[in-house]
């Protein structure tokens, strides 16, 4: 498996990191914690996670990649969201509104605001990619902006 690509920032100053390593995780299993009491993301996760800690670290890996540039994180989450059966653009839209209310509840507004520009890019990515593994020749729909 190739590794993921992580974007590079949008908007942070060369060499800026706009949080520390403990907001991050807080962030993470703060959004997470919400996502295993959500009604309708919580069946879908929990049917595909089998250890839930050991996929909270890799997350908390996967957005210091992001937010602080830790370059922690190796794998290759498009193919594993792609094999997800009956997934569809409101679950997706679903996810992101979730992450970005926790996101904004965080008293790092830096963080909060990097973070959701960086979810918004990776829903789109995901979102995009889970189209095109279901149907190769069919152009795909963005998520709607909202």
Request: aromatic share 8%.
């Amino acid at each position: 498996m190739e590794a993921h690509a992580i974007p590079a920032q949008a908007s942070l100053a060369p060499g800026a990191v706009p949080c520390t390593e403990e907001e991050v995780e807080r962030l993470v299993h703060a959004f997470y914690a919400r996502v295993r009491q959500d009604e309708v993301l919580a069946p879908i996760f929990d049917a595909h996670i089998d250890d839930w800690d050991r996929h909270l670290a890799k997350l908390v890996d996967f957005w210091s990649a992001i937010l602080r540039r830790t370059g922690r994180f190796s794998g290759a989450p498009m193919p594993r969201h792609a094999a997800l059966p009956g997934l569809d653009a409101a679950l997706f839209q679903r996810w992101l509104a979730l992450f970005r209310r926790t996101a904004d509840e965080q008293p790092n507004r830096a963080m909060a605001e990097q973070a959701c520009l960086m979810a918004g890019r990776i829903a789109q990515s995901l979102w995009m990619g889970y189209q095109l593994s279901r149907d190769p020749d069919a152009v795909p729909r963005a998520l709607p902006h909202g």
